[in-house]
């Protein structure tokens, strides 16, 4: 596969998921949500962002939702992926067709309609994404005023980081938006960092806001050492001993620009009992919390 070119720079292929799919030990209870997963294409129908950052394979809805089937997840939300940009199609329709079970994030930039916004929200979306790890779509420049335009619909922004540095230096900026906001992959502190640094501060503080939410999902990428991610559980387990009403989980499904070896979603399920082994607290994070959050139970 060629590796296309956006304005020069490179937009190099990147490997699909393990399609090896099957079910995990762990059993998910009824309501579980994957908060963080990603369609693509078909690319015929759905064609890529000129500005993206990477060529995914295409990953559809009918195997996100055969995926959905055997892992035993009811419900989801899809966020816009990297590759799609600011074009939100993939992502609605494949939310129109997974019916009820399903809510999204978008990405969009500063100065859509309020008829346009409310066209979204109506598809099922429920927050908008802000990346620094992928190009064609929102950047921090964007906050306050993506904050603002979305505030009245109820959205949340979800943060996509590069590294921990760019929470600490975001943090105050966060404190003073009225809106709800999720961390993405535990904010990316690294297994390396551990609870002792200052990223990991960060996330400890802003949790005290009562308006961050904490995603533990593709932890893989943010971790020195093989699975089960050993390096990674005393940062899970301080913020599950902290906030477990702000905990969510995902899959992050198809796992795109993931360079180390690719996870199997089912062993990715069957990390939960290690990750939070206390159930009412499992029942919050898989059930309760995103209920609240995407307004499944509206």
């Known amino acids: 596969m060629s590796t296309p070119t956006t304005a020069g720079v490179a937009a190099p292929p990147c490997p699909g998921p393990d399609r090896n799919l099957r079910q995990?030990?762990?059993t998910l209870p009824r309501g579980a949500v994957d908060t963080h997963a990603h369609v693509f294409g078909p690319q015929a129908r759905y064609p890529f962002s000129p500005e993206r950052s990477y060529t995914p394979e295409d990953c559809t809805v009918d195997q996100y939702r055969t995926l959905l089937d055997t892992l035993g997840i009811d419900r989801c939300v899809l966020v816009q992926g990297g590759a799609h940009g600011t074009d939100?199609?993939?992502?609605?329709?494949?939310i129109e067709a997974l019916g009820v079970r399903a809510r999204g994030v978008a990405v969009i930039r500063p100065g859509l309609s309020p008829a346009a916004l409310q066209a979204l929200h109506d598809?099922?979306?429920r927050g908008c994404r802000i990346s620094t790890v992928v190009r064609g779509g929102a950047n921090f420049e964007h906050l306050e005023a993506l904050a603002e335009a979305t505030h009245a619909l109820g959205w949340h922004l979800v943060l996509h980081l590069r590294h921990s540095a760019e929470l600490t230096a975001l943090a105050p900026r966060l404190r003073a938006l009225p809106n709800p906001f999720v961390l993405d992959h535990l904010g990316h502190v690294l297994g390396s960092e551990g609870t002792q640094s200052e990223g990991f501060a960060a996330v400890m503080d802003l949790l005290a806001t009562d308006r961050c939410w904490v995603k533990l999902a593709s932890l893989y990428r943010s971790s020195s050492l093989p699975y089960p991610h050993p390096d990674m559980l005393p940062m899970?387990?301080?913020v599950a001993r902290a906030r477990p009403d702000r905990l969510l989980?995902?899959?992050?499904?198809?796992?795109p620009i993931h360079a180390g070896p690719m996870p199997n979603d089912a062993d990715t399920v069957d990390l939960?009992?290690?990750?939070v082994p206390d159930p009412e607290v499992q029942q919050q994070m898989l059930v309760r919390n995103p209920a609240r959050l995407y307004g499944f139970d509206d």
């Open 24 to 26: 995990p030990r762990f």
């Open 88 to 94: 939100n199609r993939a992502t609605l329709d494949a």
């Open 123 to 125: 598809g099922g979306m």
């Open 236 to 238: 899970v387990h301080a």
């Open 249 to 255: 989980w995902g899959t992050n499904w198809p796992h």
């Open 272 to 275: 939960i009992p290690l990750w």
